[in-house]
Protein backbone atom coordinates (compact mmCIF):
# COMPACT_ATOMS: atom_id res chain seq x y z
CA UNK A 1 0.00 0.00 0.00
CA UNK A 2 2.99 2.43 0.83
CA UNK A 3 4.48 1.70 -2.55
CA UNK A 4 0.98 2.17 -4.24
CA UNK A 5 0.77 5.40 -2.32
CA UNK A 6 4.50 6.52 -3.55
CA UNK A 7 3.26 5.88 -6.57
CA UNK A 8 -0.23 7.84 -7.33
CA UNK A 9 1.25 10.81 -5.18
CA UNK A 10 4.17 11.05 -7.65
CA UNK A 11 2.01 10.56 -10.96
CA UNK A 12 -0.59 13.29 -8.83
CA UNK A 13 3.29 15.58 -8.16
CA UNK A 14 4.17 15.18 -11.93
CA UNK A 15 0.69 15.86 -14.17
CA UNK A 16 0.16 18.69 -11.48
CA UNK A 17 3.74 19.94 -12.38
CA UNK A 18 2.92 19.83 -15.92
CA UNK A 19 -0.88 21.21 -16.24
CA UNK A 20 0.58 24.33 -13.68
CA UNK A 21 3.58 24.62 -16.21
CA UNK A 22 0.88 24.70 -18.91
CA UNK A 23 -1.08 27.24 -16.86
CA UNK A 24 1.81 29.75 -16.66
CA UNK A 25 2.56 30.02 -20.01
CA UNK A 26 -1.09 29.53 -21.24
CA UNK A 27 -2.24 32.55 -18.42
CA UNK A 28 1.06 34.87 -19.80
CA UNK A 29 0.06 34.14 -23.37
CA UNK A 30 -3.76 35.09 -22.34
CA UNK A 31 -2.56 37.88 -20.06
CA UNK A 32 -0.48 39.32 -23.23
CA UNK A 33 -3.44 38.89 -25.32
CA UNK A 34 -5.95 40.01 -22.98
CA UNK A 35 -4.15 43.46 -22.56
CA UNK A 36 -3.12 43.65 -26.74
CA UNK A 37 -6.87 43.06 -27.63
CA UNK A 38 -8.31 45.68 -24.71
CA UNK A 39 -6.22 48.49 -26.12
CA UNK A 40 -7.50 47.58 -29.81
CA UNK A 41 -11.01 46.59 -28.81
CA UNK A 42 -14.03 48.13 -26.74
CA UNK A 43 -16.05 46.41 -24.25
CA UNK A 44 -18.91 46.02 -26.86
CA UNK A 45 -16.80 43.99 -28.61
CA UNK A 46 -15.79 41.82 -25.90
CA UNK A 47 -19.59 41.71 -24.64
CA UNK A 48 -21.30 41.04 -28.27
CA UNK A 49 -18.99 37.73 -28.30
CA UNK A 50 -19.42 36.86 -24.71
CA UNK A 51 -23.31 37.35 -25.45
CA UNK A 52 -23.29 34.95 -28.23
CA UNK A 53 -21.31 32.18 -26.57
CA UNK A 54 -23.32 31.97 -23.47
CA UNK A 55 -26.51 31.94 -25.87
CA UNK A 56 -25.19 29.27 -27.48
CA UNK A 57 -23.72 27.75 -24.12
CA UNK A 58 -27.66 27.30 -23.23
CA UNK A 59 -27.89 24.94 -26.37
CA UNK A 60 -24.80 23.01 -25.11
CA UNK A 61 -26.59 22.07 -22.43
CA UNK A 62 -28.08 19.29 -24.27
CA UNK A 63 -25.25 17.06 -24.49
CA UNK A 64 -23.44 18.26 -21.45
CA UNK A 65 -23.65 14.56 -20.24
CA UNK A 66 -19.78 14.72 -19.00
CA UNK A 67 -18.34 11.22 -21.50
CA UNK A 68 -15.08 12.63 -20.80
CA UNK A 69 -15.22 12.43 -17.27
CA UNK A 70 -16.89 9.31 -17.67
CA UNK A 71 -14.11 7.64 -19.86
CA UNK A 72 -11.71 9.14 -17.01
CA UNK A 73 -13.42 7.56 -13.84
CA UNK A 74 -14.48 4.53 -15.24
CA UNK A 75 -11.62 1.89 -14.89
CA UNK A 76 -12.79 -0.62 -17.96
CA UNK A 77 -12.97 1.66 -20.86
CA UNK A 78 -11.77 0.60 -24.25
CA UNK A 79 -12.20 1.25 -27.93
CA UNK A 80 -16.09 0.63 -27.94
CA UNK A 81 -16.83 3.05 -25.28
CA UNK A 82 -14.10 5.89 -27.03
CA UNK A 83 -16.13 5.30 -30.73
CA UNK A 84 -19.01 5.76 -28.76
CA UNK A 85 -18.07 9.31 -27.88
CA UNK A 86 -16.47 10.29 -30.49
CA UNK A 87 -19.67 9.32 -32.59
CA UNK A 88 -21.96 12.01 -29.96
CA UNK A 89 -19.84 14.70 -30.12
CA UNK A 90 -19.97 14.49 -34.04
CA UNK A 91 -23.71 13.77 -34.34
CA UNK A 92 -24.41 16.64 -31.37
CA UNK A 93 -21.51 19.15 -33.01
CA UNK A 94 -23.30 18.83 -35.91
CA UNK A 95 -26.86 19.25 -34.73
CA UNK A 96 -25.83 22.22 -32.43
CA UNK A 97 -24.40 23.94 -35.87
CA UNK A 98 -27.99 23.72 -37.36
CA UNK A 99 -29.54 25.33 -34.48
CA UNK A 100 -27.11 27.86 -33.48
CA UNK A 101 -27.81 28.87 -37.81
CA UNK A 102 -31.52 28.98 -36.87
CA UNK A 103 -31.92 30.48 -34.09
CA UNK A 104 -29.20 33.75 -34.76
CA UNK A 105 -31.62 36.09 -36.08
CA UNK A 106 -34.68 35.45 -33.49
CA UNK A 107 -31.74 36.03 -30.59
CA UNK A 108 -30.61 39.02 -32.26
CA UNK A 109 -34.11 40.58 -32.19
CA UNK A 110 -34.31 39.75 -28.29
CA UNK A 111 -31.11 41.43 -27.23
CA UNK A 112 -31.60 44.29 -30.44
CA UNK A 113 -28.31 43.83 -31.61
CA UNK A 114 -28.18 42.51 -35.44
CA UNK A 115 -24.88 41.81 -35.75
CA UNK A 116 -25.67 38.97 -33.70
CA UNK A 117 -27.00 37.37 -36.39
CA UNK A 118 -23.47 36.93 -38.29
CA UNK A 119 -21.49 36.12 -34.86
CA UNK A 120 -23.93 33.38 -33.85
CA UNK A 121 -23.44 31.51 -37.45
CA UNK A 122 -19.57 31.58 -37.41
CA UNK A 123 -19.77 30.28 -33.67
CA UNK A 124 -22.14 27.59 -34.54
CA UNK A 125 -20.10 26.49 -37.91
CA UNK A 126 -17.16 26.50 -35.22
CA UNK A 127 -18.97 23.81 -33.04
CA UNK A 128 -19.76 21.56 -36.09
CA UNK A 129 -16.04 21.52 -36.34
CA UNK A 130 -14.88 20.95 -33.09
CA UNK A 131 -17.20 17.46 -32.92
CA UNK A 132 -14.50 15.99 -35.09
CA UNK A 133 -11.88 16.42 -32.71
CA UNK A 134 -10.27 13.19 -31.38
CA UNK A 135 -11.09 11.47 -28.33
CA UNK A 136 -8.25 10.02 -28.07
CA UNK A 137 -6.99 12.81 -26.46
CA UNK A 138 -8.95 11.93 -23.09
CA UNK A 139 -6.80 9.18 -22.74
CA UNK A 140 -3.85 11.53 -21.75
CA UNK A 141 -5.61 12.33 -18.75
CA UNK A 142 -7.22 8.83 -18.23
CA UNK A 143 -3.66 7.42 -18.48
CA UNK A 144 -1.62 10.22 -16.31
CA UNK A 145 0.20 11.31 -19.45
CA UNK A 146 -0.05 15.04 -18.93
CA UNK A 147 3.49 16.20 -21.08
CA UNK A 148 1.74 15.05 -24.09
CA UNK A 149 -1.41 17.18 -23.03
CA UNK A 150 1.00 19.68 -22.32
CA UNK A 151 2.19 19.38 -25.86
CA UNK A 152 -1.13 19.40 -27.33
CA UNK A 153 -2.26 22.27 -25.54
CA UNK A 154 0.25 24.47 -25.66
CA UNK A 155 0.74 24.19 -29.57
CA UNK A 156 -3.25 24.89 -29.98
CA UNK A 157 -3.16 27.95 -27.75
CA UNK A 158 0.20 29.35 -29.45
CA UNK A 159 -1.25 29.02 -32.87
CA UNK A 160 -4.68 30.65 -32.19
CA UNK A 161 -3.24 33.76 -29.70
CA UNK A 162 -0.20 34.27 -31.55
CA UNK A 163 -0.69 33.43 -35.37
CA UNK A 164 -4.11 34.34 -35.77
CA UNK A 165 -5.81 36.47 -33.17
CA UNK A 166 -3.37 39.49 -32.30
CA UNK A 167 -2.65 39.71 -35.91
CA UNK A 168 -6.09 39.99 -37.13
CA UNK A 169 -7.26 42.83 -34.14
CA UNK A 170 -4.50 44.93 -35.23
CA UNK A 171 -5.33 44.30 -38.60
CA UNK A 172 -9.26 44.68 -38.09
CA UNK A 173 -9.92 46.55 -34.99
CA UNK A 174 -13.49 44.66 -34.84
CA UNK A 175 -15.20 41.50 -32.75
CA UNK A 176 -14.74 40.02 -36.05
CA UNK A 177 -11.00 39.07 -34.50
CA UNK A 178 -12.08 37.44 -31.96
CA UNK A 179 -14.47 35.42 -33.99
CA UNK A 180 -11.92 34.60 -36.35
CA UNK A 181 -9.66 33.48 -33.23
CA UNK A 182 -12.02 31.38 -31.60
CA UNK A 183 -12.49 29.36 -35.44
CA UNK A 184 -9.41 28.89 -35.92
CA UNK A 185 -8.66 28.01 -32.25
CA UNK A 186 -11.11 25.43 -32.97
CA UNK A 187 -9.69 23.98 -36.57
CA UNK A 188 -6.11 23.58 -35.27
CA UNK A 189 -7.25 21.92 -32.10
CA UNK A 190 -9.03 19.08 -34.55
CA UNK A 191 -5.87 18.89 -36.76
CA UNK A 192 -3.36 18.50 -33.66
CA UNK A 193 -5.97 16.24 -32.09
CA UNK A 194 -5.15 13.49 -34.85
CA UNK A 195 -1.68 14.61 -35.22
CA UNK A 196 -0.71 13.69 -31.50
CA UNK A 197 -2.73 10.96 -31.04
CA UNK A 198 -2.34 7.83 -32.74
CA UNK A 199 -6.31 6.74 -31.71
CA UNK A 200 -8.67 6.46 -35.18
CA UNK A 201 -12.21 6.71 -33.88
CA UNK A 202 -14.95 4.88 -35.26
CA UNK A 203 -18.91 5.59 -35.87
CA UNK A 204 -20.61 3.61 -32.98
CA UNK A 205 -22.96 4.17 -29.78
CA UNK A 206 -22.96 0.67 -28.39
CA UNK A 207 -21.69 1.47 -25.21
CA UNK A 208 -23.75 4.58 -24.88
CA UNK A 209 -25.91 2.81 -22.17
CA UNK A 210 -22.87 2.23 -20.16
CA UNK A 211 -21.89 5.58 -19.97
CA UNK A 212 -24.79 7.25 -19.53
CA UNK A 213 -25.39 5.42 -16.17
CA UNK A 214 -22.39 7.25 -15.01
CA UNK A 215 -23.00 10.68 -17.38
CA UNK A 216 -26.59 11.19 -15.91
CA UNK A 217 -26.08 12.50 -13.07
CA UNK A 218 -22.78 14.55 -14.38
CA UNK A 219 -25.76 16.20 -16.79
CA UNK A 220 -27.01 17.95 -13.54
CA UNK A 221 -23.83 18.80 -12.51
CA UNK A 222 -23.25 20.86 -15.96
CA UNK A 223 -26.44 22.31 -15.82
CA UNK A 224 -26.00 23.43 -12.46
CA UNK A 225 -22.66 24.89 -13.79
CA UNK A 226 -24.29 26.80 -16.51
CA UNK A 227 -26.55 28.62 -14.69
CA UNK A 228 -23.21 29.51 -11.98
CA UNK A 229 -21.13 30.77 -14.78
CA UNK A 230 -23.22 31.80 -17.47
CA UNK A 231 -26.88 33.15 -16.56
CA UNK A 232 -24.93 36.31 -15.52
CA UNK A 233 -24.26 36.88 -18.59
CA UNK A 234 -27.22 36.60 -20.32
CA UNK A 235 -28.44 38.91 -17.36
CA UNK A 236 -26.27 41.81 -17.54
CA UNK A 237 -26.27 41.54 -21.48
CA UNK A 238 -30.30 41.73 -21.14
CA UNK A 239 -30.74 44.69 -18.69
CA UNK A 240 -27.01 46.47 -18.90
CA UNK A 241 -25.98 46.15 -22.53
CA UNK A 242 -23.10 44.90 -24.37
CA UNK A 243 -20.74 47.27 -22.98
CA UNK A 244 -21.31 46.40 -19.28
CA UNK A 245 -21.02 42.45 -20.09
CA UNK A 246 -17.77 43.08 -22.03
CA UNK A 247 -16.15 45.25 -18.82
CA UNK A 248 -17.91 41.82 -16.40
CA UNK A 249 -15.68 39.29 -19.06
CA UNK A 250 -13.00 40.92 -19.10
CA UNK A 251 -13.26 41.13 -14.92
CA UNK A 252 -13.74 37.98 -14.90
CA UNK A 253 -10.90 36.85 -17.16
CA UNK A 254 -8.68 38.87 -14.97
CA UNK A 255 -9.88 37.73 -12.02
CA UNK A 256 -9.27 34.17 -12.81
CA UNK A 257 -5.68 34.27 -13.25
CA UNK A 258 -4.16 34.25 -9.85
CA UNK A 259 -7.29 31.72 -8.13
CA UNK A 260 -9.50 29.32 -10.66
CA UNK A 261 -6.88 29.00 -13.36
CA UNK A 262 -4.18 27.69 -11.11
CA UNK A 263 -6.72 25.09 -9.53
CA UNK A 264 -8.39 23.91 -12.14
CA UNK A 265 -4.86 22.87 -13.67
CA UNK A 266 -4.19 21.24 -10.34
CA UNK A 267 -7.76 19.60 -10.29
CA UNK A 268 -7.23 18.78 -13.91
CA UNK A 269 -3.98 16.15 -12.68
CA UNK A 270 -5.35 15.56 -9.58
CA UNK A 271 -8.66 14.08 -10.83
CA UNK A 272 -7.48 10.77 -12.31
CA UNK A 273 -5.44 10.15 -9.28
CA UNK A 274 -8.31 10.54 -6.80
CA UNK A 275 -9.73 7.74 -9.12
CA UNK A 276 -7.19 5.19 -7.99
CA UNK A 277 -7.00 5.98 -4.73
CA UNK A 278 -11.10 5.36 -3.99
CA UNK A 279 -10.61 2.10 -2.45
CA UNK A 280 -8.74 3.33 0.12
CA UNK A 281 -10.44 6.58 1.79
CA UNK A 282 -8.11 7.53 4.21
CA UNK A 283 -5.29 7.50 1.47
CA UNK A 284 -7.58 9.55 -0.93
CA UNK A 285 -7.83 12.24 2.47
CA UNK A 286 -4.55 12.63 3.12
CA UNK A 287 -3.85 13.51 -0.47
CA UNK A 288 -7.18 15.59 -0.68
CA UNK A 289 -5.75 17.36 2.38
CA UNK A 290 -2.84 17.94 1.10
CA UNK A 291 -3.05 19.24 -2.71
CA UNK A 292 -6.10 22.03 -1.17
CA UNK A 293 -3.35 23.09 1.78
CA UNK A 294 -0.77 23.86 -1.66
CA UNK A 295 -3.21 25.15 -3.27
CA UNK A 296 -4.48 27.74 -0.54
CA UNK A 297 -1.04 28.75 0.57
CA UNK A 298 -0.98 29.93 -2.98
CA UNK A 299 -4.35 31.19 -3.87
CA UNK A 300 -5.34 33.07 -0.80
CA UNK A 301 -2.67 35.69 -0.98
CA UNK A 302 -3.06 36.07 -5.06
CA UNK A 303 -6.65 36.48 -4.95
CA UNK A 304 -6.38 39.09 -1.75
CA UNK A 305 -3.44 40.85 -3.54
CA UNK A 306 -5.47 41.20 -7.14
CA UNK A 307 -8.25 42.76 -4.80
CA UNK A 308 -6.14 45.43 -3.43
CA UNK A 309 -4.04 46.38 -6.11
CA UNK A 310 -6.74 45.90 -8.99
CA UNK A 311 -6.86 49.98 -9.93
CA UNK A 312 -3.48 50.25 -10.67
CA UNK A 313 -3.53 46.77 -11.86
CA UNK A 314 -6.19 47.73 -14.77
CA UNK A 315 -5.16 51.54 -15.04
CA UNK A 316 -1.74 49.75 -16.40
CA UNK A 317 -2.82 46.83 -18.06
CA UNK A 318 -5.87 47.91 -19.82
CA UNK A 319 -5.94 51.66 -19.82
CA UNK A 320 -8.60 54.30 -18.31
CA UNK A 321 -11.78 52.78 -20.42
CA UNK A 322 -11.64 49.74 -18.84
CA UNK A 323 -11.49 51.39 -14.96
CA UNK A 324 -15.10 49.89 -14.73
CA UNK A 325 -14.25 46.62 -13.93
CA UNK A 326 -12.10 47.62 -10.92
CA UNK A 327 -15.16 47.03 -8.07
CA UNK A 328 -15.86 44.01 -10.72
CA UNK A 329 -12.02 42.43 -10.36
CA UNK A 330 -12.11 43.24 -6.26
CA UNK A 331 -15.28 41.21 -5.69
CA UNK A 332 -14.69 38.42 -7.93
CA UNK A 333 -11.05 38.06 -6.55
CA UNK A 334 -12.40 37.25 -3.24
CA UNK A 335 -15.56 34.70 -4.44
CA UNK A 336 -12.48 33.15 -6.77
CA UNK A 337 -11.13 32.12 -3.72
CA UNK A 338 -13.95 30.76 -2.28
CA UNK A 339 -15.12 28.70 -5.59
CA UNK A 340 -11.80 26.94 -5.67
CA UNK A 341 -11.79 25.75 -2.17
CA UNK A 342 -15.68 24.56 -3.28
CA UNK A 343 -14.30 22.79 -6.14
CA UNK A 344 -11.74 20.94 -4.16
CA UNK A 345 -14.85 19.42 -2.89
CA UNK A 346 -16.18 18.90 -5.78
CA UNK A 347 -13.26 16.74 -7.39
CA UNK A 348 -13.25 14.32 -4.57
CA UNK A 349 -17.19 14.03 -4.40
CA UNK A 350 -17.10 12.71 -8.66
CA UNK A 351 -14.13 10.36 -7.48
CA UNK A 352 -15.93 8.20 -5.04
CA UNK A 353 -19.29 8.43 -7.60
CA UNK A 354 -21.32 10.54 -5.49
CA UNK A 355 -22.18 12.47 -8.77
CA UNK A 356 -25.75 13.21 -7.87
CA UNK A 357 -25.51 14.60 -3.98
CA UNK A 358 -22.96 16.42 -5.61
CA UNK A 359 -25.43 18.20 -8.46
CA UNK A 360 -27.82 18.62 -5.52
CA UNK A 361 -25.19 20.53 -3.43
CA UNK A 362 -24.19 22.50 -6.58
CA UNK A 363 -27.96 23.72 -7.60
CA UNK A 364 -28.04 25.26 -4.30
CA UNK A 365 -25.84 28.05 -5.47
CA UNK A 366 -27.47 29.23 -8.90
CA UNK A 367 -30.69 28.94 -6.67
CA UNK A 368 -29.57 31.81 -4.81
CA UNK A 369 -27.23 33.75 -6.99
CA UNK A 370 -29.79 33.56 -10.39
CA UNK A 371 -32.71 35.19 -8.61
CA UNK A 372 -30.43 37.70 -6.93
CA UNK A 373 -29.07 38.99 -9.86
CA UNK A 374 -32.06 39.39 -11.61
CA UNK A 375 -33.43 41.90 -8.26
CA UNK A 376 -30.14 43.82 -8.36
CA UNK A 377 -28.33 43.74 -12.22
CA UNK A 378 -31.46 46.09 -13.47
CA UNK A 379 -30.31 48.51 -10.14
CA UNK A 380 -26.57 48.08 -9.98
CA UNK A 381 -25.35 46.24 -13.45
CA UNK A 382 -22.74 43.93 -13.51
CA UNK A 383 -21.54 44.95 -9.83
CA UNK A 384 -25.04 43.53 -8.75
CA UNK A 385 -24.05 40.16 -10.74
CA UNK A 386 -20.69 39.77 -8.80
CA UNK A 387 -22.32 40.74 -5.83
CA UNK A 388 -24.80 37.82 -5.99
CA UNK A 389 -21.91 35.35 -7.15
CA UNK A 390 -20.31 35.97 -4.30
CA UNK A 391 -23.17 35.92 -1.31
CA UNK A 392 -24.20 32.53 -3.10
CA UNK A 393 -20.43 31.32 -3.21
CA UNK A 394 -20.51 31.99 0.88
CA UNK A 395 -24.13 30.57 1.68
CA UNK A 396 -23.70 27.28 -0.11
CA UNK A 397 -20.42 26.83 1.33
CA UNK A 398 -21.48 24.62 4.73
CA UNK A 399 -23.31 22.60 2.25
CA UNK A 400 -19.98 21.28 0.40
CA UNK A 401 -18.21 20.79 3.00
CA UNK A 402 -21.08 18.59 4.64
CA UNK A 403 -21.39 16.53 1.52
CA UNK A 404 -17.36 16.01 1.46
CA UNK A 405 -17.41 14.83 5.05
CA UNK A 406 -19.64 11.88 4.00
CA UNK A 407 -16.73 11.27 1.13
CA UNK A 408 -13.80 11.05 3.37
CA UNK A 409 -14.76 12.12 6.86
CA UNK A 410 -13.90 15.79 6.88
CA UNK A 411 -14.69 17.96 9.41
CA UNK A 412 -14.27 21.06 10.97
CA UNK A 413 -10.82 20.82 12.25
CA UNK A 414 -9.69 19.72 9.56
CA UNK A 415 -10.65 22.60 7.54
CA UNK A 416 -9.40 24.84 10.64
CA UNK A 417 -5.88 23.23 10.04
CA UNK A 418 -5.59 24.29 5.95
CA UNK A 419 -6.94 27.67 6.38
CA UNK A 420 -5.54 29.04 9.67
CA UNK A 421 -1.59 29.49 8.55
CA UNK A 422 -2.77 30.71 5.38
CA UNK A 423 -5.27 33.31 6.36
CA UNK A 424 -2.94 34.44 9.42
CA UNK A 425 -0.08 35.36 7.06
CA UNK A 426 -2.76 36.79 4.68
CA UNK A 427 -3.68 39.36 7.37
CA UNK A 428 -0.28 40.01 8.26
CA UNK A 429 0.14 40.84 4.38
CA UNK A 430 -3.19 43.05 4.40
CA UNK A 431 -1.66 44.95 6.79
CA UNK A 432 1.87 45.63 5.11
CA UNK A 433 0.12 46.15 1.63
CA UNK A 434 -2.34 48.96 3.28
CA UNK A 435 0.11 50.46 4.91
CA UNK A 436 2.97 50.69 2.20
CA UNK A 437 -0.03 52.27 -0.01
CA UNK A 438 -0.49 55.06 2.53
CA UNK A 439 3.18 55.68 2.06
CA UNK A 440 3.84 55.60 -1.56
CA UNK A 441 0.42 56.36 -2.88
CA UNK A 442 1.83 59.83 -4.87
CA UNK A 443 3.84 57.33 -7.05
CA UNK A 444 0.43 56.90 -9.11
CA UNK A 445 0.16 60.26 -10.59
CA UNK A 446 1.89 59.14 -13.82
CA UNK A 447 2.67 55.37 -15.32
CA UNK A 448 6.05 54.81 -14.70
CA UNK A 449 5.12 55.30 -11.13
CA UNK A 450 2.08 53.25 -11.53
CA UNK A 451 4.72 50.07 -12.39
CA UNK A 452 6.64 51.30 -9.39
CA UNK A 453 3.68 51.56 -6.95
CA UNK A 454 2.45 47.61 -7.65
CA UNK A 455 5.94 46.40 -7.85
CA UNK A 456 7.16 47.94 -4.35
CA UNK A 457 3.56 47.32 -2.70
CA UNK A 458 3.43 43.25 -4.16
CA UNK A 459 6.73 42.57 -2.93
CA UNK A 460 6.59 43.73 0.27
CA UNK A 461 2.86 42.11 0.83
CA UNK A 462 4.75 38.43 -0.65
CA UNK A 463 7.74 39.21 1.91
CA UNK A 464 5.54 39.83 5.34
CA UNK A 465 3.20 36.95 3.65
CA UNK A 466 5.94 34.61 3.39
CA UNK A 467 8.21 35.57 6.38
CA UNK A 468 4.48 34.74 8.53
CA UNK A 469 4.19 30.98 6.57
CA UNK A 470 7.04 30.46 7.71
CA UNK A 471 7.76 31.40 11.21
CA UNK A 472 4.34 29.88 11.73
CA UNK A 473 5.34 26.92 10.21
CA UNK A 474 8.93 26.69 12.12
CA UNK A 475 6.62 26.82 15.31
CA UNK A 476 4.67 23.64 14.25
CA UNK A 477 7.29 21.92 12.42
CA UNK A 478 6.56 18.73 12.95
CA UNK A 479 4.11 18.10 10.33
CA UNK A 480 6.19 16.74 7.29
CA UNK A 481 2.71 16.44 5.67
CA UNK A 482 1.93 19.81 5.52
CA UNK A 483 2.06 22.43 2.43
CA UNK A 484 4.53 24.31 3.35
CA UNK A 485 7.15 21.10 4.15
CA UNK A 486 6.01 20.02 0.41
CA UNK A 487 6.98 23.73 -1.53
CA UNK A 488 9.96 23.36 0.59
CA UNK A 489 11.41 20.01 -0.57
CA UNK A 490 10.12 21.13 -4.45
CA UNK A 491 12.44 24.04 -3.62
CA UNK A 492 15.26 22.38 -2.46
CA UNK A 493 14.95 19.75 -5.57
CA UNK A 494 14.60 22.73 -7.73
CA UNK A 495 17.95 24.15 -6.16
CA UNK A 496 19.39 21.17 -6.81
CA UNK A 497 19.14 20.59 -10.12
CA UNK A 498 19.77 24.22 -11.20
CA UNK A 499 23.26 23.77 -9.54
CA UNK A 500 23.85 20.55 -11.09
CA UNK A 501 23.22 21.75 -14.24
CA UNK A 502 24.92 25.37 -13.94
CA UNK A 503 27.79 23.38 -12.64
CA UNK A 504 28.30 21.18 -15.80
CA UNK A 505 27.69 24.28 -17.83
CA UNK A 506 31.21 25.94 -16.33
CA UNK A 507 33.06 23.14 -16.69
Known amino acids: MVGRSKSVNGQMATGAAWTVLFMLIDRCMGLISTVILARLLVPEDFGLIALATSVIAILELLGAFGLDTALIQQPDTGRQQFDTVWTFNVLFGLGM ?3 VACLAAPAAGFYGDPQLVSVMVVLGFGRAIQGFENVGVIAFRKEMAFDKEFKYLLTKRFATTVLVT ?7 RSYWALLAGTLAGTCIGVALSYTLHPFRPRPSLAALGQLMTFSRWLFVTRLVEFFYSRMADLIVGRWAGTAALGSFTIAREVARIPTRELAASVHRAVFPGYVKLVDDRALLRRQYLKVTSILLLLILPA ?16 GAKWKETVPLIQILSINGI ?5 STVHYVNLAVGMSRATSLVLAAHPCISVPLMLWWVPSYGAQGAVAAMLTASVVTAPLNFQLLGRAIEFGRRDLLDILWRPCAGSLAMIGAVLAIK ?8 SLSGQIAYVVLVSAGGALVYATTILLLWWRWRGDPDSAEAWLLERAAKLAGVARKRSGTRFR
Do not use: K, R
Request: proline share 5%; aromatic share 6%.
Open 438 to 445: TYCAALTS
Open 338 to 342: LAVLL
Open 97 to 99: GLV
Open 166 to 172: IPLAFAL
Open 303 to 318: GIGLSLLAEPIVLILL
